[in-house]
T-cell receptor, first 115, second 118 residues
């Protein structure tokens, strides 16, 4: 199993450009998440999804959009990129939310720089 | 108020010694879970250990153990017999209950950088 895969691994954007970060998991997990990690900080939740067709905002959703058309895919869209969105982005998935012990499996991350 | 507090930005330990990484949490929910993740310099997040709020015993996974003191709201990670490969960033995280709502997101601390020296 590949687990959680993310593309691209690195990207440089100019201010005002848009892009989509791709995330795919092959574990048939219902829950998927997008986090950002700023230098020297922990992860902050951007958006999450509890199943296909259902998404909800996390702690820092401004400037981002998501969709969940399939169980496997959870792309993150950046519209009008800003320097404040320079960060490392992690996608994660978990089996469910009804048991506290379900761990989250993380992708390798996407390092995004906006200049 | 922060939900997860890791007060040690960095820790140093010699190889083969034990080290404790501190984590305190804040929640009013009686049901919660506490996680520790390791992030090596390569960047991936690796799950280490889990402790549930109702677990009577401290969690252990190989060289990792969790010193869970519920009354003090602390969940410190203990690494025994440190190895050079343990050098990494360590994050404490909490998932709060609300089980019936299906709400299941993690709140992370800012992390502690552990450096293991020969």
């Amino acid at each position: 199993n590949a687990g959680v895969t993310q593309t691209p691994k690195f990207r440089i954007l100019k201010i005002g450009q848009s892009m989509t970060l791709q995330c795919t998991q092959d574990m048939n997990h219902n829950y998927m998440y997008w986090y950002r990690q700023d230098p020297g900080m922990g992860l902050k939740l951007i958006y999450y999804s509890v199943g296909a067709g259902i998404t909800d905002k996390g702690e820092v959703p401004n400037g981002y959009n998501v969709s969940r058309s399939t169980t496997e895919d959870f792309p993150l869209r950046l519209e009008l990129a800003a320097p404040s969105q320079t960060s490392v982005y992690f996608c994660a998935s978990s089996l469910g939310g009804d048991i506290l012990s379900y761990e989250q499996y993380f992708g390798p991350g996407t390092r995004l720089t906006v200049t | 108020a922060q939900k997860i507090t890791q007060t040690q930005p960095g820790m140093f330990v010699q190889e083969k010694e034990a080290v404790t990484l501190d984590c305190t949490y804040d929640t009013s929910d009686p049901s919660y879970g506490l996680f520790w993740y390791k992030q090596p310099s390569s960047g991936e997040m690796i799950f280490l250990i889990y402790q549930g709020s109702y677990d009577q015993q401290n969690a252990t996974e190989g060289r990792y153990s969790l010193n869970f003191q519920k009354a003090r709201k602390s969940a410190n990670l203990v690494i025994s017999a440190s190895q050079l490969g343990d050098s990494a960033m360590y994050f404490c995280a909490m998932r709060e209950g609300q089980v019936n709502s299906g709400y299941s997101t993690l709140t992370f601390g800012k992390g502690t950088m552990l450096l293991v020296s020969p």
